[in-house]
């Protein structure tokens, strides 16, 4: 069984950054895609950025050119660096990963960009 654990957010002004990290632990992390996704107050939750075993990775349109995502396969952990950030990036930030037949998810962690 793979558990996720999500760090990093909190409360900044617009144009500030933060860095997410998840770790996973339960499985082989280095074959695992990685997602990052975002739940904002009644909104759906969306995807926000992937990146795959090999480190290919993807973005919504959103957030192209603001966040990155990467991995450190040595430490089971996938990180979100988030620039320029927006007062609508505001959400909680979800950790994913489809291993085996199961999708997991983390706990979540929030992120509030206000003045």
């Known amino acids: 069984q793979v558990q996720l654990v999500e760090s990093g957010g909190g409360l900044v002004q617009p144009g500030e950054s933060l860095r997410l990290s998840c770790a996973a632990s339960?499985?082989?992390?280095?074959?695992?895609?990685m997602a990052w996704y975002r739940q904002a107050p009644e909104k759906q939750r969306e995807l926000v950025a992937g990146i795959v075993s090999g480190g290919s990775t993807n973005y919504a349109d959103s957030v192209k050119g603001r966040f990155t995502i990467s991995r450190d396969n040595a430490k089971n952990t996938v990180y979100l660096q988030m620039n320029s950030l927006k007062p609508e990036d505001t959400a909680v930030y979800y950790c994913h990963t489809n291993y085996g037949v199961y999708a997991y998810w983390g706990q979540g962690t929030q992120v509030t960009v206000s003045s």
């Open positions: 339960g499985g082989i992390f280095s074959i695992m895609a």
